[in-house]
């Protein structure tokens, strides 16, 4: 069974049995498919919440949940499915606007700043400008993922302003192994695919593939690519819950950056990865990787969305749409 349709599978049970947010000491967590997710997986295999609760005096039950796209990922999390979401920049911002005023759901932290690339196998493909109708962009979910705007930002600079749509027409909603297969194939209809580590570098191991452009090109740096977010009333109503998953994303981030190659081995077991551990140590040491719980660059996102009308609020800074657990650090 393809990773798009276990996805999808798992999406319609938590959506199917919807229900109130559990009382505190339960804990239900969505995430995506990725390294990008790596103090995700920490925290699950060294049952980190579980011992931040204990600290507080609270035996927490942790469940988990795997979604192949931001957009599946946040009607998980207003459906009262999963008490706390993982997905891209994008699919924060636009649950940020879409709950203000409302459910007001705001980020806890950035899991990192990981760069996405765009590859394709189409060798006319040189710059943007060289896609046509008869391509097909494969990218976690349309118009919303941090892939999908990344896309938009980069498209919008190259066709001018205005225009950050003009591509939106041949990308097709994928999850990242499923978009892997598909372009590495040669025989689907998929001749790019915007993705995220480790998926990019898998994909760029074959030599009849390659880089069209990178997301810190487009945004001016590295920037955060994903972010755990919840609602207020979570947060209000689960105080204890809510700081033993704080407590264990910083001890998460930080054990990363100190040990990244039994992070590797982490992210092997618990992903029950087959790629080559050499090869993922060497990424997760490359200086574009940088765990962090501190955002970055997410404003050129708002900014750009708030422009665009795609949210329709918009924010003064990061700290709008992040809850102040976060804000002591440096952000952007």
């Not at 276990?6 to 967590?29: H, K, N, V």
Request: hydrophobic fraction near 40%.
């Amino acid at each position: 069974m393809s990773a798009r349709v276990t996805g999808a599978l798992i999406a319609a049970a938590f959506l199917a049995s919807a229900a109130p947010a559990w009382a505190e000491g339960t804990i239900r967590i969505a995430e995506q498919y990725g390294i990008g997710y790596l103090p995700l997986h920490v925290i699950r295999d060294q049952k980190l919440i579980e011992k931040h609760g204990k600290e507080l005096g609270l035996d927490i039950q942790v469940e988990w949940a795997k979604f192949g796209g931001g957009a599946t990922v946040n009607d998980a999390l207003l459906s009262g499915s999963v008490d706390v979401a993982a997905a891209g920049v994008g699919p924060t911002l636009t649950i940020w606007d879409r709950t203000k005023g409302g459910a007001e759901v705001k980020g806890i932290a950035s899991l990192g700043s990981l760069p996405s690339f765009l590859v394709t196998n189409n060798e006319k493909v040189k710059t943007l400008k060289d896609f046509t109708k008869a391509d097909k962009i494969a990218l976690p979910s349309v118009g919303v993922s941090v892939q999908a705007r990344t896309l938009q930002i980069a498209v919008e600079k190259e066709f001018g302003v205005g225009n950050h749509k003009a591509l939106d027409d041949i990308t097709v909603s994928l999850a990242h192994p499923d978009a892997v297969a598909a372009l590495t194939s040669g025989s689907t209809e998929i001749t790019a695919h915007f993705a995220t580590p480790p998926f990019q570098y898998q994909e760029l191991q074959n030599p009849k593939i390659h880089r069209v452009l990178s997301s810190y090109d487009v945004l001016g740096g590295p920037a955060t690519g994903n972010i755990a977010y919840a609602t207020t009333k979570f947060r209000q109503d689960n105080p204890k819950t809510y700081k033993a998953f704080f407590d264990a994303l910083k001890e998460a981030t930080d054990w990363i950056n100190g040990h990244k190659e039994e992070a590797v081995d982490t992210y092997i077991r618990v992903e029950k990865s087959k790629l080559d551990r050499a090869f993922l140590i060497e990424m997760v040491k490359s200086p574009d990787f940088q765990f962090k719980i501190a955002p970055e660059r997410t404003q050129v996102f708002a900014d750009f969305l708030a422009r665009t009308g795609a949210i329709k609020n918009k924010p003064a800074s990061w700290k709008d749409y992040f809850f102040d657990d976060v804000q002591t650090a440096e952000g952007s």
